[in-house]
């Protein structure tokens, strides 16, 4: 789509957290295994080198059964892909455990999006426990955009998905998809 500033893009990704019924908490990753060294990175291409983010869309999908709303609270936070950005290969902190970003990480930072256990709409638009949850948000800030430069580095953004508070979901793989809408220059 065209406006008046760039090309209007949706940049998606995804991740699966593993199948458990260990509850996280404030901190905690979700990532695609426990195994720190084996953990997929949550990786958004660009098209271009620069943009500004305006929004972002999440779907999750338990395998099975219905997703666990309650305390369903998290920051998907995205960084410019520096070297070791947010952290270096091999080394992504595994699901369910306690997250600490670096100063270094931190700097990168370019957006990050609160998704809340209020907002989550079911297949029904009901906000109660359904077959799947779905949110849009806006930027967790004050700014209604939220501009990347990756130029000299790869063209991705890499997401962090942080737990804020006590969740505990079914035993059963849930999916997370993430959809960015990206103005693009």
Known sequence: MQNAVGITATITANVSRPADN??????DAVTSTATNADVTP???????????????????????GN???????????LFRPATDIPFAAGSYIGDNKAMAI?????????AVFRFSSSSWRNTLGAVTAGITGYQSVALNSSRIMAPYNVQGLSHQLNGLIQILGAWTPTGVINRFDFALDVDLD
Not at 22 to 27: E, K, M, P, R
Not at 42 to 64: E, K, N
């Open 67 to 77: 997703l666990v709303i309650t305390a369903l609270d998290f920051d998907l936070l």
């Open 42 to 64: 949550l990786v958004f291409q660009v098209p271009r080198d620069s943009g500004r983010i305006m929004g972002c869309r999440a779907v999750v999908t338990p395998a099975s």
């Open 102 to 110: 670096s100063a270094a990480a931190y700097r990168e930072l370019v």
């Open 22 to 27: 260990t509850a996280y908490t404030a901190g």
